[in-house]
């Protein structure tokens, strides 16, 4: 039952000691250092005065960390995160308890049990954000309707991937009964899928948000029974055959251990065995196997392991019928990281059939 799941949110702090008290009149370079010995900030006047704080660390470990490179950019951003999460603002009544703070209303919907707590500043801001996305809808390329991504949950930001795999689909003239979607996430692919006239899709997610979020995004319209949702990994409970399944995996491996929204955008060292095992054993006969991926880890040094062409060359599942490619446009003029190997990034649409 999806009454039974438990989203994924931000951990609420309860202190029984107080915390130290940042505001503009409080000592930057003392606070950060208080940061760095694991001591607990709290953001005590006004939203702003957290912003200008996190300001000030970025420049501080800009200092003391290189970020040219995409490892050293990863490097960073974890000292980043480290340091960041140990500063908090306080909510009650839903409310954060300091001046000209943003209302969000995640706040009410995700903790209907609490009514006084702390959450980490960063925290706060992706809440901030995320309600905006929720309220206001994301317009994409590839679909009529906006979407409405749920908190915690991953929605594409670019396009490329997505207009290839339209493309493909609109030249696609094999059977339409049904397909899965492993890792629906926001549901874009699948929602893509109906567009093109598939009678049932199902979906699949181990992220908990995915699966509440497109339950509630759907309701009891028709969309709600063309599209079937399943809480679980890969494959889930679907065991009958398919003549198309539809993968958007994560397109760089992981460095640590994963959370639920880490899975989104790392993956470990099973995912795509277990996959690829899974898959041969749901795909029909003449049935299409489609995989979006990147070449972004080898371009950025992070491996050279490419692992649906490892699956083709040593799996012995499934052959090669088609991929096609195209370049990422350029990073925006408004990025601070160094991009460069974005000229030579290409997304993948790889089609594959039993061997």
């Not at 994924?8 to 008290?21: G, Q, R």
């Not at 995320?130 to 908190?151: D, F």
């Not at 339209?166 to 059977?175: A, E, V």
């Not at 408004?334 to 993948?348: M, Y």
Request: some cysteine.
């Amino acid at each position: 039952m999806i009454t039974d799941i438990h989203v994924n949110k931000p951990i609420p702090f309860f202190s029984e000691e107080p915390l130290i008290s940042f505001s503009r009149a409080s000592n930057v370079t003392l606070t950060i250092k208080a940061l760095e010995a694991g001591k607990p900030v709290l953001i005590t006047a006004v939203y702003s005065d957290g912003l200008d704080l996190l300001k000030a660390l970025h420049l501080y470990l800009k200092k003391q960390f290189p970020n040219q490179t995409f490892k050293e950019q990863r490097a960073y951003r974890l000292a980043y995160q480290k340091l960041s999460k140990l500063i908090y603002i306080d909510i009650v009544d839903y409310k954060l308890i300091v001046k000209k703070a943003p209302s969000i209303g995640w706040l009410a919907k995700l903790y209907p049990e609490h009514n006084n707590f702390l959450l980490p500043f960063t925290k706060v801001q992706g809440l901030n954000s995320a309600w905006q996305w929720y309220t206001n809808g994301i317009s994409l390329p590839v679909l009529r309707s906006k979407i409405h991504p749920y908190y915690g949950v991953y929605f594409p930001t670019r396009f490329d991937h997505l207009i290839l795999f339209d493309n493909w689909l609109n030249r696609y003239n094999g059977p339409k009964k049904s397909a899965i979607d492993v890792g629906i996430g926001s549901g874009v692919l699948a929602l893509q899928l109906v567009k093109f006239g598939f009678q049932k899709v199902f979906g699949t997610d181990t992220n908990p948000n995915a699966i509440v979020g497109l339950t509630e995004a759907m309701g009891d319209t028709k969309l709600s029974r063309k599209i079937e949702l399943d809480f679980a990994s890969l494959f889930g409970k679907w065991e009958k055959q398919t003549e198309l399944i539809v993968f958007n995996p994560p397109w760089l491996p992981a460095t640590h251990n994963l959370d639920k929204i880490d899975e989104a955008i790392s993956y470990n060292d099973s995912l795509f065995p277990d996959f690829f095992e899974g898959a041969k054993q749901r795909l029909l006969p003449e049935g299409k196997l489609v995989l979006i991926f990147s070449n972004l880890a080898q371009i950025t040094k992070v491996t050279e392991t490419h692992p649906i062409q490892q699956e083709l060359a040593n799996g012995g599942r499934f052959k090669l019928e088609q991929c096609l490619k195209r370049s990422v446009k350029s990073a925006s003029e408004k990025t601070k990281r160094n991009q460069n190997w974005r000229e030579t990034e290409e997304v993948e649409l790889w089609i594959l059939v039993h061997a």
